[in-house]
Nanobody, 124 residues
Framework: QVQLVESGGGLVQAGGSLRLSCAAS????????MGWFRQAPGKEREFVAA????????NYADSVKGRFTNSRDNAKNTVYLQMDSLKLEDTAVYYC?????????????????WGQGTQVTVSS
């Protein structure tokens, strides 16, 4: 069992930055791949980024590639999403998720555990 808690969301102007954190409970955190997803009002949940259990493989949605950076610190049981050059369309609730699989999955169906989400609002 893994419990995930996101933090770091908030209100930021377009072009600004935020860093989301996802703290995980459980001694086996380092064996899980981690993903970030987001859901805007009226839209389906979409893949943002994923990182494998060792932190050596990263995968990004095209919409955030070059602006967002996904990293993890297994000693701290935490995964991070650094978001730079934020755009209005990045506004959404951001969720972290954990998978016991070995790949950096883009489908939400591959993830076993989810956090409660943190709101990110980008203003003009």
């Amino acid at each position: 069992q893994v419990q995930l808690v996101e933090s770091g969301g908030g209100l930021v102007q377009a072009g600004g930055s935020l860093r989301l954190s996802c703290a995980a409970s459980g001694r086996t955190f380092s064996s899980y791949g981690m993903g970030w997803f987001r859901q805007a009002p009226g839209k389906e949940r979409e893949f943002v980024a994923a990182i494998n259990w060792r932190g050596t493989i990263r995968n990004y949605a095209d919409s955030v590639k070059g602006r967002f950076t996904n990293s993890r610190d297994n000693a701290k049981n935490t995964v991070y999403l650094q978001m730079d050059s934020l755009k209005l369309e990045d506004t959404a609730v951001y969720y972290c998720a954990a998978t016991s699989g070995i790949a950096t999955y883009v489908s939400a169906r591959e993830y076993d555990y989810w956090g409660q989400g943190t709101q990110v609002t980008v203003s003009s």
